[in-house]
């Protein structure tokens, strides 16, 4: 579900991982019809990122 939001709505899955600042930045971006595409991108990279981390925290038990 969150690769969807990722895909659709960049900047709103920032919001949803704990990155409000990340998420405005990328708002400002996905408003530009070519800026979309990069957002759209990143969106999904910081996503892998937040699954990545939270299971090596669950991983180590931190």
Do not use: H
Request: aromatic letters at 12%.
């Amino acid at each position: 579900m969150r690769l969807i939001l990722a895909i659709l709505l960049p900047w709103v899955q920032f919001f949803t991982i704990g990155k409000p600042v990340a998420g405005i930045f990328c708002l400002l971006l996905q408003i530009t019809v070519i800026g979309w595409i990069p957002a759209a991108i990143w969106s999904v990279y910081a996503l892998s990122q937040y699954n990545t981390d939270k299971k090596i925290k669950e991983a180590t038990g931190s």
